[in-house]
C-alpha cells in the first residue's frame, strides 16, 4: 500500500515538474494507469470536479493542458 502511495505521488510529482502535454509521452503514461489500484483520497480540483485519487488528478491535468488544473483542497468539492 505504501508503495502504491509513493508511485502517485511521484506521477503526480512529474505532472507539475513537467508541464504535460496532451500527445506527450508523459500524458500517455499517465492515461494508460488503471487508476482503480490506487488508494483513495479524494481532491477537489479547480475545475470543480472531485477526483478519487491522484492518479485520476494527474490525467485530469493532462485533458486540461497541463496546469491549468490545479487541486483546491482534499475532500470533495461542494
Do not use: W
Given at each position: 500500500?505504501?508503495?502504491?502511495?509513493?508511485?502517485?505521488?511521484?506521477?503526480?510529482?512529474?505532472?507539475?515538474?513537467?508541464?504535460?502535454?496532451?500527445?506527450?509521452?508523459?500524458?500517455?503514461?499517465?492515461?494508460?494507469?488503471?487508476?482503480?489500484?490506487?488508494?483513495?483520497?479524494?481532491?477537489?480540483?479547480?475545475?470543480?470536479?472531485?477526483?478519487?485519487?491522484?492518479?485520476?488528478?494527474?490525467k485530469g491535468i493532462c485533458s486540461?493542458?497541463?496546469?491549468?488544473?490545479?487541486?483546491?483542497?482534499?475532500?470533495?468539492?461542494?
Amino acid at each position: 500500500m505504501l508503495l502504491k502511495v509513493l508511485i502517485a505521488l511521484c506521477l503526480v510529482l512529474a505532472v507539475v515538474a513537467e508541464p504535460p502535454v496532451i500527445g506527450s509521452e508523459l500524458c500517455h503514461s499517465i492515461e494508460s494507469k488503471d487508476c482503480s489500484v490506487y488508494e483513495e483520497e479524494v481532491v477537489c480540483g479547480s475545475d470543480f470536479k472531485t477526483y478519487r485519487n491522484s492518479c485520476e488528478f494527474a490525467k485530469g491535468i493532462c485533458s486540461h493542458h497541463g496546469h491549468s488544473l490545479h487541486a483546491v483542497h482534499f475532500g470533495p468539492c461542494q
